[in-house]
Structures are given as structure tokens and as C-alpha cells.
């Protein structure tokens, strides 16, 4: 990966419950789940919502 020697990819889990703002998981998911180019990957980003 040159640049970017060891690289842990860390787990993110954005835990929705009701009622759930939106706005907050949006930020979660602009921070953590959008893959920029040219960058390694540091999150792994998921949703986990109740049944």
C-alpha cells in the first residue's frame, strides 16, 4: 500500500433505535462510511437496527 504501511481497519456500528434522528446517523455515516479515493479504508461502517 506504500504510503500507508499496517493499516487496522477499525468497526463502526451506528445503533438505531426509535425514535432516531436521522441527522445523527447522517454524520455518522458522512464521517465513517464514505470511502474517499486515494485513501486507504480506516472504518468499516454498519447500521444495526432492532427487530
Known sequence: MGYFPAIVVHRVVD?????QA?????CAAEVFGV???GLPTLYQFEVCTEP
Open 22 to 26: 436521522t441527522f445523527e446517523l447522517a
Open 15 to 19: 445503533l438505531v433505535l426509535p425514535p
Open 35 to 37: 470511502q474517499q479515493p
